[in-house]
């Protein structure tokens, strides 16, 4: 549950923000009767979002014992890559993201095409949505079904909510503090899809677990109790990891971990580059 919560509230959010800057540039600009074709765009992204989605789960529904395993751990590790790039991609376009934006939507209205702009609304929330329908999946494997889905609408609430606040102006959060917790707890959610992963690749007898346990801290914490499965959702806790699946989780933390919080480059730092 609260897995899916923090991905679909971060995900969420950045699609209503990116809704916010488009409403309020044509409003701006005089031309806010065009909003109701931003909306069929975002309207369309969100159906071909659960579309992919559908077509996730059906698959992974319809396969069974080692193929159903290749499977999952296949999705386990593309959603931890593309939740990496996505973190390392918001703390880049953060800062110009909306100067960006109102670039391309200022070329969409001088050519004068409502395709265009729908368009723009259509990419610009598609990118999130597929990417939130396969983080749900893999949220849907570290915990029940029914809790995932319930913390996916707590945060679908939430990210709509604090959107619309943003969008008037009543309500001033700090989008860096905001993206920089959710990037920390994400990065550890990231680490437990990895070992997750492993674990899959471990059942269809791909990757050897070299030592199957290395410690069990069951006794003290199970990972099928209340808190355990907490953990285990959101920070990947396993009572008894594999060798294998320890060292993916503790050298992936290490290694992104350090990435993302190391100084940047004077290159990283260039405007041009950032908003490229």
Known sequence: MAGSFLIILRE???????????????????????????????GLSVLMSVLVGAAIFLTAGGLEGRSEALFEGVAMFTAAGVLTYMIF??????????VHLQQQLS?????????????????AVGREGIETALFMFAATKAATPAAATLGGLLGL??????GYLLYRGTYRLNLRSFFNVTSVLLLLFAAGLLAHGIDEFHEAGVVPP???????????????????????????????PSLV??????TY??????MYFRP????????????A
């Open 157 to 162: 609430v939430g990210a709509v909510a604090l």
């Open 253 to 258: 933390l290490l290694l992104v971990g350090w």
């Open 210 to 240: 070299v030592v199957d346990e290395v410690w069990n801290t069951n006794r003290i914490l199970d990972e099928r109790s209340t808190v355990g499965s907490f953990a285990r959702a959101l920070f990947g806790y396993n009572g008894n």
């Open 89 to 98: 991609w918001m703390r880049k376009q953060a800062i110009n993201i909306r």
């Open 107 to 123: 070329t969409a209205l001088e050519s004068g095409s409502l395709t265009a702009l729908a368009l723009l609304a259509f990419v």
């Open 12 to 42: 969420g959010l950045e699609a209503a923000l990116i809704v916010g800057i488009i409403l309020a540039y044509l409003t701006k600009t005089g031309n806010r009767g065009k909003s109701g074709v931003v909306w069929m765009g975002v």
């Open 264 to 275: 940047p480059t004077a290159k990283e730092l260039t405007p041009g580059r950032a908003s």
């Open 245 to 250: 699946e320890a060292l993916a989780y503790v």
